[in-house]
Nanobody, 115 residues
């Protein structure tokens, strides 16, 4: 019912920048977000945006990452600046349909920060 496809991951040096993209199709979404998960670690929700453009950020990325989307929540972006080694993870795009309580997830895109 909902398909999410991420892109834009890659390798970058500490202090560098990277921009992730996500395209959604299917049911209308009321909330979208980005999460990340490093190997052996718990998944961490790092940013969300709702239909009205309200955003939230985790303390770990606030001030460095920016989430933004199209007005219809069909496209989603994550601008990542001042990247750190600990930002290395698989990054996932998520979307929540209007009449559901669970999120759909994309396949993930790898971000690697290394010197």
């Amino acid at each position: 019912q909902v398909q999410l496809v991420e892109s834009g991951g890659g390798s970058v040096q500490p202090g560098g920048s990277l921009r992730l993209s996500c395209v959604a199709s299917g049911l209308d979404l009321v909330l979208m977000g980005w999460s990340r998960q490093a190997p052996g670690m718990q998944r961490e929700l790092i940013a969300t945006i709702n239909r009205f453009g309200d955003t939230t950020y985790s303390d770990s990325v606030k001030g460095r990452f920016t989430i933004h989307s199209g007005s219809d929540l069909k496209t989603l972006y994550l601008q990542m600046n001042s990247l750190k080694l600990e930002d290395t993870a698989v990054y996932y795009c998520s979307g929540r349909p209007r009449y559901e309580s669970d999120d759909y997830w994309g396949q993930g895109t790898q971000v690697t920060v290394s010197a």
